[in-house]
Protein backbone atom coordinates (compact mmCIF):
# COMPACT_ATOMS: atom_id res chain seq x y z
CA UNK A 1 0.00 0.00 0.00
CA UNK A 2 2.69 2.55 0.86
CA UNK A 3 4.26 1.76 -2.77
CA UNK A 4 0.55 2.90 -4.35
CA UNK A 5 1.00 6.20 -2.06
CA UNK A 6 3.90 7.05 -3.42
CA UNK A 7 3.02 6.70 -6.59
CA UNK A 8 -0.24 8.60 -6.39
CA UNK A 9 2.23 11.54 -5.09
CA UNK A 10 5.09 11.63 -7.86
CA UNK A 11 1.74 11.47 -10.36
CA UNK A 12 -0.03 14.28 -8.41
CA UNK A 13 3.38 16.50 -7.94
CA UNK A 14 4.40 15.76 -11.68
CA UNK A 15 0.47 17.25 -12.93
CA UNK A 16 0.87 20.02 -10.02
CA UNK A 17 4.41 21.20 -12.31
CA UNK A 18 2.67 20.65 -16.08
CA UNK A 19 -0.38 22.48 -14.75
CA UNK A 20 1.47 25.34 -13.85
CA UNK A 21 3.68 25.43 -16.60
CA UNK A 22 0.91 25.09 -18.77
CA UNK A 23 -0.82 28.26 -16.72
CA UNK A 24 2.12 30.55 -16.91
CA UNK A 25 2.41 29.67 -20.83
CA UNK A 26 -1.26 30.53 -21.08
CA UNK A 27 -1.01 33.62 -19.19
CA UNK A 28 2.24 34.62 -21.03
CA UNK A 29 0.65 34.24 -24.38
CA UNK A 30 -2.59 36.14 -23.45
CA UNK A 31 -1.15 39.42 -21.50
CA UNK A 32 -1.95 41.60 -23.54
CA UNK A 33 -5.53 40.41 -23.38
CA UNK A 34 -5.74 39.67 -19.84
CA UNK A 35 -4.69 43.38 -18.54
CA UNK A 36 -8.04 44.80 -19.08
CA UNK A 37 -9.94 41.79 -16.98
CA UNK A 38 -6.82 42.03 -14.17
CA UNK A 39 -7.80 46.16 -14.13
CA UNK A 40 -11.59 45.54 -13.91
CA UNK A 41 -11.29 42.91 -11.31
CA UNK A 42 -9.44 45.28 -9.45
CA UNK A 43 -11.64 47.68 -9.83
CA UNK A 44 -14.50 45.62 -8.45
CA UNK A 45 -13.00 44.58 -5.49
CA UNK A 46 -11.85 48.25 -4.22
CA UNK A 47 -15.20 49.60 -5.06
CA UNK A 48 -16.99 46.86 -3.79
CA UNK A 49 -16.72 47.80 0.20
CA UNK A 50 -17.79 51.03 -1.21
CA UNK A 51 -21.28 49.48 -2.78
CA UNK A 52 -22.45 47.84 0.75
CA UNK A 53 -21.24 50.37 2.62
CA UNK A 54 -24.43 52.49 0.94
CA UNK A 55 -26.83 49.48 1.07
CA UNK A 56 -26.39 48.41 4.04
CA UNK A 57 -25.72 51.60 6.07
CA UNK A 58 -27.42 54.72 3.88
CA UNK A 59 -30.14 51.77 3.07
CA UNK A 60 -29.83 53.24 -0.58
CA UNK A 61 -31.32 50.60 -3.14
CA UNK A 62 -28.86 48.13 -4.82
CA UNK A 63 -29.08 50.09 -7.97
CA UNK A 64 -29.12 53.78 -6.63
CA UNK A 65 -25.80 52.37 -4.90
CA UNK A 66 -24.35 50.81 -8.23
CA UNK A 67 -25.00 54.00 -10.13
CA UNK A 68 -23.25 56.01 -6.97
CA UNK A 69 -20.82 54.05 -6.86
CA UNK A 70 -19.73 53.73 -10.80
CA UNK A 71 -19.66 57.24 -10.89
CA UNK A 72 -17.33 57.45 -7.92
CA UNK A 73 -15.20 54.80 -10.02
CA UNK A 74 -15.72 57.04 -13.18
CA UNK A 75 -14.42 60.46 -10.96
CA UNK A 76 -11.36 58.28 -9.52
CA UNK A 77 -10.33 57.39 -12.85
CA UNK A 78 -10.37 60.68 -14.42
CA UNK A 79 -8.68 62.53 -11.83
CA UNK A 80 -6.08 59.68 -11.60
CA UNK A 81 -5.62 60.13 -15.67
CA UNK A 82 -4.86 64.00 -15.13
CA UNK A 83 -2.31 63.11 -12.79
CA UNK A 84 -0.44 61.07 -15.23
CA UNK A 85 -1.18 63.65 -17.93
CA UNK A 86 0.40 66.47 -15.35
CA UNK A 87 3.52 64.20 -14.63
CA UNK A 88 3.90 63.11 -17.77
CA UNK A 89 4.32 67.25 -19.05
CA UNK A 90 6.44 67.86 -16.05
CA UNK A 91 8.50 64.43 -16.68
CA UNK A 92 9.79 66.56 -19.65
CA UNK A 93 10.02 69.94 -17.94
CA UNK A 94 12.46 68.41 -15.56
CA UNK A 95 15.11 67.33 -18.04
CA UNK A 96 13.35 63.47 -18.26
CA UNK A 97 13.80 62.54 -22.11
CA UNK A 98 10.23 61.47 -23.23
CA UNK A 99 7.81 62.87 -25.53
CA UNK A 100 8.03 66.34 -23.97
CA UNK A 101 11.75 66.61 -24.58
CA UNK A 102 11.76 65.89 -28.10
CA UNK A 103 8.52 68.08 -28.93
CA UNK A 104 11.14 70.73 -27.71
CA UNK A 105 13.60 69.55 -29.99
CA UNK A 106 11.68 70.00 -32.75
CA UNK A 107 10.15 73.17 -32.20
CA UNK A 108 13.25 75.06 -31.22
CA UNK A 109 15.13 73.49 -34.82
CA UNK A 110 16.43 75.99 -36.89
CA UNK A 111 15.09 76.06 -40.01
CA UNK A 112 17.48 76.53 -43.51
CA UNK A 113 17.76 80.23 -44.77
CA UNK A 114 16.39 81.33 -47.66
CA UNK A 115 19.71 80.47 -49.68
CA UNK A 116 19.71 76.93 -48.06
CA UNK A 117 16.27 76.20 -49.17
CA UNK A 118 16.83 77.02 -52.68
CA UNK A 119 19.79 75.07 -53.21
CA UNK A 120 18.07 71.91 -51.50
CA UNK A 121 15.43 71.82 -54.21
Known sequence: MADGDS?????TTCLMILAAV???VALYWLRSVMVPF???????VSLSPLLDLQVRHLRLPRMAALLTTGLFGLILLCA???VRQ????EAGF????GLGSS????????????????SLQ
Open 7 to 11: ERRVQ
Open 22 to 24: ALA
Open 38 to 44: VLAAFAA
Open 80 to 82: LAQ
Open 86 to 89: FSAG
Open 94 to 97: YGVR
Open 103 to 118: LHFVSTAELPGKGQAE
